[in-house]
């Protein structure tokens, strides 16, 4: 019996980008079609097999120590970032001002799915969620470049709405308009 399940849920990409280099600036390009591979998009700075540790996983590690690269990717939902918007009172959320590496349309509570789903493309090309992204400062200096006073509303506007970080499982093409099909593990919800 499979471990994952297929779900009714197909969303669409509708962007894709890349972060060059995030200590010039967290701001990701826009691109049309990338070859994931196991180390995440090329050229992407978050990519990698391992990584330093970050805050995320403070509890677990030092700051600094070498892990795996679970954060490759940054994937939100442009119904999601459409409410970001909303809240912040800008007209539009542009993906590349929190670093995107995917928006996805038409996959409900986006940032919510459970840790664990994949992602995957009619290619083949799968993702794999490791859990919600949350919301930090950041992007405030990038957003306030192009939406004057208005990034520091991002965070909370962000809550529960940030999206996930995920980690290439399957290589393959990732193209604007590709539909991608959810995949949820098969167990109950955890209930110490």
């Known amino acids: 019996m499979p471990s994952l399940v297929k779900t009714e849920h197909v969303g669409r990409i509708v962007w894709l980008g890349r972060v060059p280099d995030r200590e010039a600036a967290l701001r990701s ?8 591979t196991y180390a995440g998009i090329p050229g992407e700075d978050h990519g990698g097999l391992t990584r330093p540790s970050c805050a995320r996983v403070v509890t677990q ?4 120590t070498e892990i795996r690269n679970v954060r490759q990717l940054s994937v939100v939902s442009s119904e999601e970032l459409a409410a970001i918007a909303e809240e912040m009172g800008v007209e539009s959320f542009d993906p590349g001002w929190i670093g995107a590496s995917v928006v996805v349309e038409g996959i409900p509570d986006f940032t919510h799915v459970p840790p664990s789903s994949r992602l995957q493309t009619g290619r083949g090309t799968t993702l794999t969620i490791d859990m919600e ?8 200096p990038v ?11 991002f965070k ?5 709405r940030r999206g996930v970080t995920a980690w290439v499982e399957r290589e393959g ?7 991608i099909t959810l995949h949820v593990p ?4 955890w209930a110490p």
Request: one cysteine or more; aromatic letters at 2%; glycine letters at 8%.
């Open 156 to 160: 909370a506007a962000a809550k529960d």
């Open 186 to 189: 098969s167990q109950r919800a």
């Open 29 to 36: 390009e826009a691109l049309k079609e990338v070859q994931a």
């Open 143 to 153: 957003i306030d470049e192009d939406a004057p006073g208005h990034g520091k509303a």
């Open 133 to 140: 992204n949350r919301p930090c400062h950041l992007p405030a």
């Open 61 to 64: 590690y030092p700051k600094g």
């Open 173 to 179: 093409p990732l193209a604007v308009g590709d539909e």
